[in-house]
């Protein structure tokens, strides 16, 4: 089917430039047209149009988390200035999803913290008993060189 000089097939490869704003006004306009009088096509574009919503709404309530992580990471590192501080101390008191965030980060630095001591705790356990063992090894071999020498050299 051929409306404003756009097949159908065209149009579909378009869409989603088209609900994005990327085309330029004369293939913007190219589409418009095609869309008016193609009514398949004018489907494919509402539905197209409320995916493209619905992912909206859902980025820029993801940059929000973001934000608010951000802002919470630098509350708890102590990288914010007095009125950050304050500011943020009123978002806290006011907002029971940045309480449950802040939890939750508290949280999580906790047992990341943990973890790490553990690690290194057990790296500086592994290294020192890994040494030992060399240290018996080699001294056991300076023995037995000990003992060659001695038979060579009596």
């Known amino acids: 089917m051929l409306k404003g000089n756009l097949t159908c097939t065209i149009i579909g490869k378009l869409l989603t430039h088209y609900v994005e704003d990327n085309l330029d006004n004369k293939c913007k306009e190219m589409v418009t047209i095609h869309l008016r009088n193609c009514p398949p096509c004018m489907e494919k574009y509402t539905i197209v149009k409320k995916l493209f919503n619905e ?53 999580m630095k906790k047992i990341l913290n943990n973890s790490f001591y553990k690690t290194k705790y057990n790296l500086k356990t592994n290294a020192a008993e890994k040494a030992m063992e060399k240290l018996k090894k080699s001294r056991g071999i300076l023995n037995g060189i000990k003992n060659i020498l001695r038979y060579f050299f009596q």
């Open 55 to 107: 992912a909206e709404k859902k980025r820029k309530i993801i940059k929000e988390r973001e934000r608010m992580q951000e802002e919470i990471s630098a509350y708890l590192d102590g990288e914010m200035s007095e009125a950050e501080i304050s500011k943020f101390e009123q978002k806290l008191s006011k907002s029971p999803e940045y309480e449950e965030a802040m939890i939750n980060t508290m949280k």
